[in-house]
């Protein structure tokens, strides 16, 4: 007996009968008994307190005078206020929902002490700086790698914002005289340059 191979119409009516399954462990499709696993056989475990570890070391060798100040801040969760309690008001909790995308990660002591010795060490490496050129040569000098600056127009002054290498927060200042700096934790939404609207 001869067999014959499958025609892709075939082939196609089987597929089209199956639910769809995306890697994510998402059923696509409208099988209401389908159910998906998601494939992690592939995907190795992530250690993050290894990582940490390893960034921590890697920017103590590279800014070895902010280690020094802050070997003996400890690690434990951050002192910085937390959010009271919704509003009550209606008024109030819509504004409260509107400005959520200004919302920072919080910093650890540890993450806090590194970044305002950063913050100080960068104000006091940029006095008499006025221009993005002077500002980026600047901060090469003082080992930030300068492409990772984000530069911008706040209409004072240029603005600027990036994120300490390895296990830094973020940097935010202007070319202000004095020129300023401060520490922040990331923004929620991503990044360090604070995000220009809500909804």
């Known amino acids: 007996m001869k067999r014959l191979a499958p025609t892709v119409t075939g082939v196609a009516a089987v597929l089209l009968s199956l ?28 250690d993050y307190e290894a990582r940490a570890k390893a960034a921590k070391a890697a920017h103590d ?9 802050c070997a003996d801040a400890p690690s434990k969760p951050s002192e910085e206020p937390t959010p009271s309690e919704a509003p009550t008001d209606p008024w109030s909790r819509k504004v409260a929902e ?7 990660a919080r910093l650890d002591t540890d993450a806090r002490c590194r970044g305002d010795a950063h913050a100080r060490r960068i104000t006091a490496g940029l006095a008499g700086v006025h221009d993005e050129k002077a500002l980026r040569s600047a901060l090469g000098r003082l080992g930030y790698p300068p492409e990772t600056v ?18 830094g927060p973020c940097i935010t200042g202007t070319l202000a005289d004095p020129a300023e700096a401060e520490a922040h ?12 609207g809500g909804h």
Do not use: M, W
């Open 150 to 167: 984000e530069v911008y127009e706040t209409g004072a002054a240029p603005g600027f914002t990036f994120s300490i290498p390895d296990a």
């Open 98 to 104: 509107n400005h959520a995308y200004k919302a920072q």
């Open 19 to 46: 639910p769809l399954v995306t890697g994510c462990g998402t059923v696509v499709g409208d099988d209401p008994g389908a159910t998906a696993t998601p494939d992690t056989s592939s995907a190795p475990a992530i």
């Open 61 to 69: 060798r590279r800014f070895p005078e902010v280690a020094k100040i």
């Open 185 to 196: 934790g990331h923004y929620v939404e991503g990044g360090c340059r604070e995000p220009k």
